[in-house]
């Protein structure tokens, strides 16, 4: 069963930076799009970035390109988001996701077959 553990959420004022991990476990095999949503109360799911365990290409949500980034160490098993320039309305849960297959862009990550328990994320104005 894979498993996903999320970390390094918080509390920032706006335009400061928060990174999040995840650390992986569980896996079977390496095909995997790993990636980065969030949910904030009373909003949709927003799927924030993908990157796949091995081929690695990235893909961003409008929201966030160029404020935010996406790595992996695939030794480590572990999943990064380096968020940058934090606004207010990227106050959230944010949520580690593993899917099979490529990436494709950031739909494989809106539901997933894994998931973490989420990371708070607040940026006060």
């Known amino acids: 069963q894979v498993r996903l553990v999320e970390s390094g959420g918080g509390s920032v004022q706006a335009g400061g930076s928060l990174r999040l991990s995840c650390a992986a476990s569980?896996?079977?095999?390496?095909?995997?799009?790993m990636g980065w949503f969030r949910q904030a109360p009373g909003k949709e799911r927003e799927g924030i970035a993908t990157?796949?365990?091995?081929?690695?290409?990235?893909d961003y949500a409008d929201s966030v390109k160029g404020r935010f980034t996406i790595t992996r160490d695939s030794a480590k098993m572990t999943l990064y988001l380096q968020m940058n320039s934090l606004k207010p309305e990227d106050t959230a849960m944010y949520y580690c996701?593993?899917?099979?297959?490529?990436?494709?862009?950031?739909?494989?990550?809106?539901?997933?077959?894994?998931w973490g328990q989420g990371t708070q994320v607040t940026v006060s104005a």
């Open positions: 996701a593993a899917e099979t297959g490529i990436c494709g862009g950031i739909a494989p990550i809106l539901r997933p077959e894994y």
């Open positions: 569980g896996y079977t095999h390496r095909n995997y799009c």
């Open positions: 990157i796949h365990l091995i081929l690695g290409g990235t």
